[in-house]
């Protein structure tokens, strides 16, 4: 996230996106792989994320974990303000901290 702070910082919205988006895709490929559980394609982190909000009972994942795919979206359409990015990255940073205990599960 660091990487991501200092994209928006240097006012670059696309990499400040994705850094944050690949910093929330990390997190769950280290929770997926401790669990055994497959994350070989981009598609599968859905699911990832279905088992892990019905494992903690917490539908706040899910809904944070929307607003991290929404920057990596944003990555290639361009379409999220400053402003908005900079709430929606603060978002992640809540996201995270929710992983943190499970990635060490």
Excluded at 14 to 36: C, D, F, N, P, T
Excluded at 72 to 88: C, F, G, Q, S, T
């Amino acid at each position: 996230m660091s990487h991501a702070e200092r994209e928006l910082a240097n006012g670059d919205r696309l990499q400040a996106s994705e850094k944050a988006w690949g910093a929330v895709a990390h997190r769950l490929k280290s929770i997926a792989e401790r669990r055994g559980w497959q994350y070989t394609t981009h598609s599968q982190v859905y699911g990832i994320v279905d088992r892990l909000t019905r494992e903690t009972g917490d539908p706040n994942l899910r809904l944070l974990f929307s607003v991290a795919s929404g920057l990596h979206r944003n990555y290639y359409i361009d379409a999220v303000p400053l402003d908005a990015l900079r709430y929606e990255i603060d978002k992640v940073e809540e996201l995270l901290e929710m992983l943190d205990p499970l990635d060490r599960l």
